[in-house]
T-cell receptor
Framework: DAGVIQSPRHEVTEMGQEVTLRCKPISGHDYLFWYRQTMMRGLELLIYFNNNVPIDDSGMPEDRFSAKMPNASFSTLKIQPSEPRDSAVYFC??????????FGPGTRLTVT | GENVEQHPSTLSVQEGDSAVIKCTYSDSASNYFPWYKQELGKGPQLIIDIRSNVGEKKDQRIAVTLNKTAKHFSLHITETQPEDSAVYFCAARDMRFGAGTRLTVKP
């Protein structure tokens, strides 16, 4: 298996623009997680899905952030409008359960 | 919610020495404690985990110990090698991660 796939790997955008991050989980995994990593706040859980249904989105910072999982093999994290403080590395992870998560390589987002 | 504290934030050891990283948690209902290793430019990778019904688990040079009474768990790496240099994260209930420990193993 290729592991968790994320795209793009790097994204540079201007403040106010819409950003869409994509994730393809490992085939057969029922859980998908979105994390954000910054120097100041560390690794934060934003939202996670079970069987394509959002279970806990309490970590989503504000209404500018939204996540979808239209099917078992694809998820998106959207930021609209983006702000400089959204600059971070965003990770997607998948697993058979809430345990033993497999992380993707991350998307480094820079908002200028 | 769960609060996970991790110490130390940085750790430097000589190759061949042991390294110990400690985490404390607040939620007594937590029952799963994983450790992740993150190398530069990569996502975290699960290296070992422990469930609350076990006090210690070992996998080659890596071991994790759990003290549920004191609400802390530790990662032990023996015979450290330069390739062990990375940032290590603990986690507990609700996928709350510790702040990370940057381990440097000097050859």
């Amino acid at each position: 298996d290729a592991g968790v796939i994320q795209s793009p790997r790097h994204e540079v955008t201007e403040m106010g623009q819409e950003v869409t991050l994509r994730c393809k989980p490992i085939s057969g995994h029922d859980y998908l997680f979105w994390y954000r990593q910054t120097m100041m706040r560390g690794l934060e859980l934003l939202i996670y899905f079970n069987n394509n249904v959002p279970i806990d989105d309490s970590g989503m910072p504000e209404d500018r952030f939204s996540a979808k999982m239209p099917n078992a093999s694809f998820s998106t994290l959207k930021i609209q409008p983006s702000e400089p403080r959204d600059s971070a590395v965003y990770f997607c992870a998948s697993s058979h359960s809430v345990y033993e998560q497999y992380f993707g390589p991350g998307t480094r987002l820079t908002v200028t | 919610g769960e609060n996970v504290e991790q110490h130390p934030s940085t750790l430097s050891v000589q190759e061949g020495d042991s390294a110990v990283i400690k985490c404390t948690y607040s939620d007594s209902a937590s029952n799963y404690f994983p450790w992740y290793k993150q190398e530069l430019g990569k996502g975290p990778q699960l290296i070992i985990d422990i469930r609350s019904n076990v006090g210690e688990k070992k996998d080659q040079r890596i071991a994790v110990t759990l003290n549920k009474t004191a609400k802390h768990f530790s990662l032990h790496i023996t015979e450290t090698q330069p390739e062990d240099s990375a940032v290590y994260f603990c986690a507990a209930r609700d996928m709350r991660f510790g702040a990370g420990t940057r381990l440097t193993v000097k050859p």
